[in-house]
Structure formats: structure tokens, C-alpha cells
């Protein structure tokens, strides 16, 4: 499916390094449940390794985050990652592919840090570095 005229080709995260090497890819842009305003960016689990990723072979990384998902509040410090139920990774169909009693890591979000993100572009502007400035600045907020 193409939108916009826009190539698109669908692969697996796991697969993101092997294809960054390859230059397939020359940019990458992500969404973002909540972004704050140091640019610190929180995302599904896996943003932060593409971003780690992309930064490794020189690939533009941008975060699309509309204006409703900065958070002017919280430090760092503050922001708890969801932990999901280990039965999402012990279970599957029903089944049980791990022992009952194994420890499970299962978070739903990670972060990607500031210096790993080339802009955040938003409804009213990109943002680009410093971001503890900018942020404030291109979203009125000085």
C-alpha cells in the first residue's frame, strides 16, 4: 500500500540493523506518547534501540509528536515506565511457551534520549537542538 506516493516496505524490529547497513534506509521518523520538554522522548518499547541504531550508521532520526503529548511538568526523574503482565510474553494462544515461575522484564515503553533525536517535528514547527530551549520556544511556552 502506498499513501501519498509514498514507498512502503514492512519489516520486523528485530530486523532494523541489517537493514540500516544496507542503506535502505535513509531516514526515520516515530511517533511519540509523550515528549518532555528536556526532549527526553517516551515511545513503544523499541523506539530507544532504533534511535541507538540509526544513530550507529548516521540515519536522520525524527520524533512526530503533536502538541498534546509534551509534558511541561514532569521531570525526568518522575516518569514511570509501564510494566506489562509477564503472561504476554509466558503465554501465547493459551499456551505456555516459558516455565510459570521465570522472571519476566516486559515494559511497554522505553526512552530515547535527547541527543539521539536530529528534530521533533510538530503541528506548529520542527524543533530542533538545543530542545530544553526550543521546545518552549516553538510551542509558546516560554
Same mark, same amino acid.
Given at each position: 500500500?502506498?499513501? =501519498?506516493?509514498?514507498?512502503?516496505? $514492512?519489516?520486523? =524490529?528485530?530486523?532494523?540493523?541489517?537493514?540500516?547497513?544496507?542503506?535502505?534506509?535513509?531516514?526515520?521518523?516515530?511517533?511519540?506518547?509523550?515528549?518532555?520538554?528536556?526532549?527526553?522522548?517516551?515511545?513503544?518499547?523499541?523506539?530507544?534501540?532504533?534511535?541507538?541504531?540509526?544513530?550507529?550508521?548516521?540515519?536522520? #532520526?525524527?520524533?512526530?509528536?503533536?502538541?498534546?503529548?509534551? =509534558? #511541561?511538568?514532569?521531570? $525526568?526523574?518522575?516518569?514511570? @515506565? +509501564? +510494566?506489562?503482565?509477564?503472561?504476554?510474553?509466558?503465554?501465547?494462544?493459551?499456551?505456555?511457551?516459558? /516455565?510459570?515461575?521465570?522472571?519476566?522484564?516486559?515494559?511497554?515503553?522505553?526512552?530515547?534520549? /535527547?541527543? $539521539?533525536?536530529?528534530? @521533533?517535528?510538530?503541528?506548529?514547527?520542527?524543533?530542533?537542538? /538545543? #530542545?530544553?530551549?526550543?521546545?518552549?520556544?516553538? $510551542?509558546?511556552?516560554?
Amino acid at each position: 500500500m502506498k499513501v =501519498d506516493k509514498i514507498p512502503v516496505t $514492512l519489516i520486523t =524490529d528485530n530486523m532494523i540493523g541489517h537493514v540500516m547497513e544496507k542503506n535502505t534506509i535513509d531516514q526515520v521518523i516515530v511517533g511519540a506518547d509523550r515528549v518532555l520538554s528536556t526532549g527526553h522522548v517516551f515511545n513503544k518499547i523499541g523506539t530507544s534501540t532504533i534511535a541507538i541504531v540509526a544513530n550507529h550508521y548516521g540515519i536522520p #532520526f525524527y520524533v512526530a509528536a503533536p502538541e498534546s503529548s509534551f =509534558d #511541561f511538568t514532569n521531570p $525526568l526523574s518522575r516518569v514511570k @515506565i +509501564e +510494566e506489562r503482565s509477564a503472561d504476554e510474553v509466558r503465554v501465547v494462544d493459551g499456551c505456555s511457551i516459558a /516455565p510459570k515461575n521465570v522472571s519476566v522484564c516486559n515494559p511497554a515503553f522505553d526512552m530515547t534520549k /535527547p541527543g $539521539l533525536i536530529d528534530a @521533533i517535528i510538530t503541528e506548529k514547527g520542527v524543533i530542533r537542538k /538545543p #530542545f530544553a530551549k526550543n521546545i518552549r520556544k516553538i $510551542l509558546g511556552r516560554s
